[in-house]
């Protein structure tokens, strides 16, 4: 029997297509069992052989994708996109293969021509969004953050980044997108973790202690939120509750400077000086370049026999800071204290002398400059000179000289200023 040909061709029409059916489940099955480089050479043939099926050149691309072949993907959608116009599976992959490899410029016009066939398309608002961060538009980011934020009120995403752009402006405005994804999401870590940052860097440590307690509820082997908890501590004031967390940290593991230095610290308010010395050297030893670790090991050994590290470690505190006058008085003073208690009294002398200088507020520095002349340099004249200085910068600090410490010293110098006019008097000097 002698077949019609057009029923030949219809039977070679469905015979093809059932062949490119079963090819096309074939790759769906291989690309899911992890065959990449199959699926690409599968994919390869049947388009080499005529094959424009959507699901073909998408399996293909996803699969170089998998395999770190950006340009070839790239590639590979170009062409189906050639066959289908603005297809959104396939022009979304190329937006984002364009993403990944960094070409911004067309990513950009990919994402933008998404948003404008779906205004609703959250995904690629929010790649815009950080595409514009990237580049330094933080208005075009907000913008588009706003646009994903109108669709939905609680998108983490977007709440954690118009946070983050915000913050990094010093906008007090940043704490609202963080406290709203924190309510929206207890449980995320990094929502809880950024919160927390800004309570802290805004002066408000308080507020972040219950935040990290709780996330230690839920993870109790954070380091994160242990050397965190640990440092809002320290920075509300309680050195006892600071050192018990930044210790914990450094049980779980944790051996960074920043823990040490603010645990040795800590040792070093509770006057638990030996304490502090093991933990600020530990510090030491990881940054070498921040003064205040030296200067609290300076401060810390100064209570012990090691005089000499103490001074050493003060001085390299100096060398390494460009500190206000109040700071730079503050370890002249701690010098002198270490020369004086060492009998060394001229050195101990000029180094008042030295904190004097650098900040005239430090009126007690002049105290010991006279009790030095007076008790121990047996300079009475000079000494006379020094407590009358003395006297004359208390009151031109009234809020000092009102002190209790202030008030009970000015008293003891006021007797001997008058003890020593009378024996100069008689010495007739």
Same mark, same amino acid.
């Given at each position: 029997?002698?077949?019609?040909?057009?029923?030949?061709?219809?039977?070679?029409?469905?015979?093809?297509?059932?062949?490119?059916?079963?090819?096309?489940?074939?790759?769906? +099955?291989?690309?899911?069992?992890?065959?990449?480089?199959?699926?690409?050479?599968?994919?390869?043939?049947?388009?080499?052989?005529?094959?424009?099926?959507?699901?073909? #050149?998408?399996?293909?691309?996803?699969?170089?994708?998998?395999?770190?072949?950006?340009?070839? /993907?790239?590639?590979?959608?170009?062409?189906?996109?050639?066959? %289908?116009?603005?297809?959104?599976?396939?022009?979304?992959?190329?937006?984002?293969?364009?993403?990944?490899?960094?070409?911004?410029?067309?990513?950009?016009?990919?994402?933008?021509?998404?948003?404008?066939?779906?205004?609703?398309?959250?995904?690629?608002?929010?790649?815009?969004?950080?595409?514009?961060?990237?580049?330094?538009?933080?208005?075009?980011?907000?913008?588009?953050?706003?646009?994903?934020?109108?669709?939905?009120?609680?998108?983490?995403?977007?709440? @954690?980044?118009?946070? +983050?752009?915000?913050?990094?402006?010093?906008?007090?405005?940043?704490?609202?997108?963080?406290?709203?994804?924190?309510?929206?999401?207890?449980?995320?870590?990094?929502? &809880?973790?950024?919160?927390?940052?800004?309570?802290?860097?805004?002066?408000? &440590?308080?507020?972040?202690?219950?935040?990290?307690?709780?996330?230690?509820?839920?993870?109790?082997?954070?380091?994160?939120?242990?050397?965190?908890?640990?440092?809002?501590?320290?920075?509300?004031?309680?050195?006892?509750? &600071?050192?018990?967390?930044?210790?914990?940290?450094?049980?779980?593991?944790?051996?960074?400077? #920043?823990? #040490?230095?603010?645990?040795?610290?800590?040792?070093?308010?509770?006057?638990?000086?030996?304490?502090?010395?093991?933990?600020?050297? %530990?510090?030491?030893?990881?940054?070498?370049? +921040?003064?205040?670790?030296?200067?609290?090991?300076?401060?810390?050994?100064?209570?012990?026999?090691?005089?000499?590290?103490?001074?050493?470690?003060?001085?390299?505190?100096?060398?390494?800071?460009?500190?206000?006058?109040?700071?730079?008085?503050?370890?002249?003073?701690?010098?002198?204290?270490?020369?004086?208690? =060492?009998?060394?009294?001229? =050195?101990?002398?000029?180094?008042?002398?030295?904190?004097?200088?650098? +900040?005239?507020?430090?009126?007690?520095?002049?105290?010991? @400059?006279?009790?030095?002349?007076?008790?121990? @340099? %047996?300079?009475?004249?000079?000494?006379?000179?020094?407590?009358?200085?003395?006297?004359? /910068?208390?009151?031109?600090?009234?809020?000092?000289?009102?002190?209790?410490?202030?008030?009970?010293?000015?008293?003891?110098?006021?007797?001997?200023?008058?003890?020593?006019? =009378? =024996?100069?008097? #008689?010495?007739?000097?």
């Amino acid at each position: 029997m002698k077949l019609h040909p057009s029923f030949l061709l219809t039977s070679a029409i469905i015979l093809f297509s059932w062949q490119t059916v079963q090819a096309q489940e074939n790759l769906t +099955d291989l690309y899911y069992s992890g065959n990449y480089q199959k699926v690409i050479d599968a994919s390869g043939t049947l388009i080499a052989s005529g094959d424009t099926a959507i699901t073909t #050149f998408y399996l293909k691309a996803l699969s170089e994708a998998q395999l770190g072949q950006p340009v070839e /993907a790239i590639g590979t959608l170009q062409l189906g996109l050639n066959l %289908h116009p603005f297809e959104p599976r396939l022009s979304r992959m190329l937006a984002r293969q364009y993403f990944d490899a960094g070409d911004y410029v067309q990513a950009r016009k990919g994402y933008d021509e998404l948003v404008q066939s779906d205004s609703t398309d959250v995904s690629s608002w929010l790649k815009l969004a950080e595409m514009a961060s990237f580049r330094q538009q933080y208005q075009d980011a907000q913008d588009a953050l706003n646009q994903v934020l109108s669709i939905d009120a609680m998108n983490l995403n977007s709440l @954690m980044m118009m946070g +983050d752009i915000l913050n990094r402006h010093k906008n007090s405005g940043a704490v609202v997108y963080y406290e709203r994804a924190y309510r929206h999401y207890p449980e995320n870590q990094k929502a &809880a973790y950024a919160l927390v940052n800004w309570y802290i860097q805004s002066k408000n &440590a308080w507020k972040a202690i219950p935040i990290c307690e709780q996330m230690l509820v839920i993870d109790t082997t954070s380091i994160k939120f242990s050397k965190l908890l640990g440092y809002a501590y320290y920075k509300t004031g309680e050195p006892v509750s &600071a050192v018990r967390y930044l210790e914990y940290a450094n049980q779980l593991g944790d051996s960074t400077a #920043f823990t #040490f230095k603010f645990k040795g610290i800590s040792h070093y308010l509770r006057t638990d000086f030996q304490a502090a010395i093991e933990s600020l050297n %530990h510090a030491v030893k990881k940054d070498t370049l +921040d003064a205040e670790i030296y200067f609290f090991l300076g401060a810390s050994m100064a209570t012990t026999t090691e005089k000499t590290h103490a001074m050493s470690h003060l001085n390299r505190s100096l060398k390494l800071m460009q500190p206000d006058p109040s700071i730079v008085s503050r370890i002249y003073s701690e010098q002198g204290n270490i020369k004086r208690l =060492e009998t060394e009294y001229e =050195e101990a002398y000029e180094l008042y002398s030295k904190a004097w200088n650098a +900040d005239i507020t430090n009126a007690i520095s002049l105290y010991f @400059m006279a009790s030095i002349l007076d008790n121990s @340099m %047996h300079q009475h004249k000079e000494a006379l000179v020094d407590y009358q200085r003395y006297i004359d /910068a208390l009151d031109q600090l009234p809020e000092k000289g009102e002190s209790n410490q202030g008030v009970s010293i000015r008293v003891i110098v006021e007797d001997r200023i008058i003890t020593l006019k =009378e =024996e100069l008097f #008689f010495r007739d000097e």
